[in-house]
């Protein structure tokens, strides 16, 4: 009966079923573009996201126990406040708060003032959101304490040298030892750790760049990864003659060292600008030979002068006989 009605009020109005179907298809499009166009607008309302906390402060957990709602008036399309008020309702987005924001409060407890917050107001909110005000003035988080002690950071490097070039000092790090957190019985084995393998291959100039650090299971560090610099120069060989000496004999002793004499290259950084053997000394300590078992001991040099590298010794081991002074 309805269907009839309905075919005879079509047919009075001159309107066939297929210009319906045209006119809720464009009904439909006109609507479409008129949500699509207000939701592209851009208002002002009042959002809040739930966070939770996350930074390396030494001592204590990187993750908060708790998470907070941070409220805030933001700027940003419809779009965007239908996905911001969806996400309220969904689980907490954890956010990397860089440890000088946060202040300490007491105990296990670090806020955030409303004026750092805005620094992460997209890591909060998201892109294309612009920040009005906060409601709140600072927020607090927990983060618990944890075991943690402080071990240096071992370099694993290969490096080779083009002819003539070579280090000025040891690879330096930065930083050079890190906080590592775990369980006790973890932290009591644990007195360095190790960055991955550098391998530098004929260099002839100062190299520096990051490296990883070695993870060890269950274990958290400070830091993932260190900056390593390397010094290098080009070197020349100037050859010398040295007697080699000794210090801290006993006055009622006398040690002689075999042969008296070394054959000694040092290795300058070029260009030479004064001649350094007359500054450079060749040694044996009489401590050495006391704890030798056979009296063979290997000479020490005194400091180097300025621009010298490295010392070459020939021969590298000297006979020492111990004599009482008559």
Same mark, same amino acid.
């Given at each position: 009966? #309805?269907?009839?009605?309905?075919?005879?009020?079509?047919?009075?109005?001159? !309107?066939?079923?297929? $210009?319906?179907?045209?006119?809720?298809?464009?009904?439909?499009?006109?609507?479409?573009?008129?949500?699509?166009?207000? &939701?592209?607008?851009?208002?002002?309302?009042?959002?809040?996201?739930?966070?939770?906390?996350?930074?390396?402060? +030494?001592?204590?957990? @990187?993750?908060?126990?708790?998470?907070?709602?941070?409220?805030?008036?933001?700027?940003?399309?419809?779009?965007?406040?239908?996905?911001?008020?969806?996400?309220?309702?969904?689980?907490?987005?954890?956010?990397?708060? $860089?440890?000088?924001?946060?202040?300490?409060?007491?105990?296990?407890?670090? #806020?955030?003032?409303?004026?750092?917050?805005?620094?992460?107001?997209?890591?909060?909110?998201?892109?294309? *959101?612009?920040?009005?005000?906060?409601?709140?003035?600072?927020?607090?988080?927990? =983060?618990?304490?944890?075991?943690?002690?402080?071990?240096?950071?071992?370099? *694993?490097?290969?490096?080779?040298?083009?002819?003539? #070039?070579?280090?000025?000092?040891?690879?330096?790090?930065?930083?050079?030892?890190?906080?590592?957190?775990?369980?006790? =019985?973890?932290?009591? @084995?644990?007195?360095?750790?190790?960055?991955?393998?550098?391998?530098?291959? %004929? !260099?002839?100039?100062?190299?520096?760049?990051?490296?990883?650090?070695?993870? !060890?299971?269950?274990?958290?560090?400070?830091?993932?990864?260190?900056?390593?610099?390397? $010094?290098?120069?080009?070197? *020349?060989?100037?050859?010398?003659?040295?007697?080699?000496?000794?210090?801290? *004999?006993?006055?009622?002793?006398?040690?002689?060292?075999?042969?008296?004499?070394? %054959?000694?290259?040092?290795?300058?950084? #070029?260009?030479?600008?004064?001649?350094?053997?007359?500054?450079?000394? &060749?040694?044996?300590?009489?401590? $050495?030979?006391?704890?030798?078992?056979?009296?063979?001991?290997?000479?020490?040099?005194?400091?180097?002068?300025?621009?010298?590298?490295?010392?070459?010794?020939?021969?590298?081991?000297? +006979?020492?006989?111990?004599?009482?002074?008559?």
């Amino acid at each position: 009966m #309805f269907k009839d009605l309905y075919h005879k009020l079509l047919g009075k109005l001159h !309107i066939n079923g297929r $210009d319906v179907t045209v006119f809720l298809l464009s009904l439909l499009l006109a609507f479409s573009i008129w949500l699509i166009h207000n &939701l592209s607008e851009v208002y002002s309302d009042t959002v809040s996201v739930s966070v939770i906390a996350q930074s390396n402060l +030494e001592g204590h957990a @990187q993750i908060s126990s708790n998470s907070n709602a941070i409220v805030a008036r933001c700027r940003t399309t419809g779009f965007n406040l239908i996905k911001l008020h969806a996400a309220s309702k969904r689980n907490a987005v954890t956010v990397n708060f $860089d440890n000088e924001d946060l202040h300490h409060k007491e105990g296990e407890y670090y #806020f955030i003032t409303a004026e750092a917050l805005s620094n992460y107001v997209s890591e909060i909110y998201g892109d294309g *959101v612009s920040l009005e005000s906060f409601t709140s003035r600072s927020v607090t988080f927990r =983060f618990p304490y944890e075991n943690h002690k402080k071990v240096p950071v071992q370099v *694993v490097a290969l490096v080779t040298y083009e002819s003539q #070039f070579m280090a000025t000092s040891q690879m330096k790090l930065e930083p050079d030892s890190v906080m590592i957190y775990g369980e006790p =019985f973890h932290l009591e @084995q644990i007195d360095r750790v190790y960055t991955k393998s550098i391998e530098l291959s %004929n !260099i002839h100039s100062s190299a520096h760049g990051l490296v990883p650090i070695e993870k !060890i299971s269950g274990i958290r560090m400070s830091s993932s990864e260190v900056n390593y610099s390397l $010094d290098v120069a080009r070197f *020349v060989e100037i050859p010398s003659t040295l007697v080699v000496k000794t210090r801290n *004999v006993p006055s009622d002793r006398v040690l002689s060292v075999y042969p008296s004499k070394a %054959n000694v290259i040092l290795r300058c950084v #070029f260009p030479v600008t004064n001649d350094p053997t007359g500054k450079v000394s &060749l040694y044996i300590d009489y401590q $050495d030979f006391k704890n030798s078992i056979n009296g063979r001991c290997v000479p020490k040099t005194g400091k180097l002068p300025q621009g010298v590298i490295d010392e070459v010794v020939d021969p590298q081991i000297f +006979e020492c006989v111990e004599t009482v002074k008559k």
